[in-house]
């Protein structure tokens, strides 16, 4: 899954963004309210966590913007205001929920699950494909009852595919979802990392759930198509 985290504060940003990497999150960040705009508009994100106070356009009116433009990516509103107007705006601009600091980083990464959980489909915690079983909580993958030991960034891939099984995904799709923007499209890391998976999640299986489709990219199959 893929965040915008929008905060102008450089050490609040480092530890935020930090976070998340650490629970398989791949994460861009913008520092002022135009430059989030800017990012909405050329990349696909999963989830916003948009501070309110920014400069050149405060976090109520990049929300305003994203939705009067059709954008409907869940938005987490971080605020160091405690009013409940503030609140009421906030949710009547286009925000999802609403987070006052200080908070636990504990809390911030429930209301992210939350949202995450509000897509197209209900995001289930356990997460099974054939004998696969991937726990999105604890981040602990099993197949066939035998614990498989991940990285964050082969879990996050492999989540991924498992959220899209049984749909082919190009290069670009996987780039947009599960690395930042420093990701190098000219790399091979996105065939490096589906090899790994490979050998972690089919060696010793009959039924291989990873598939190349040649000129098309990957196919993640629950085995029933």
Known sequence: MRILLVEDEPSAAKMLAKGLREQSYAV???TDGEAALYQTRIYDYDLIVLDVMLPRKDGFEVCREMRGLGSSVPILMLTARDMV??????????????????????????????????????????????????????????????????TLKEYSLLEYFARNVDRVLGRAEIAEHVWDENFDIFSNLIEVYVQRLRRKIDDGHELKLFQTRRGEGYLFTSGTT
């Open 28 to 30: 861009d960040v913008a």
């Open 85 to 150: 107007d503030d609140r009421i705006t906030g949710l009547d601009s286009g925000a999802d929920d609403y987070l006052t600091k200080p908070f636990d980083f504990g809390e911030l990464l429930a209301r992210v699950r939350a949202l995450l959980r509000r897509g197209e489909a209900v995001r289930s915690e356990t997460l099974v494909i054939s004998d696969l079983e991937i726990d999105t909580r604890s981040k602990r993958v099993k197949r066939g009852g035998w614990d498989i030991q991940l």
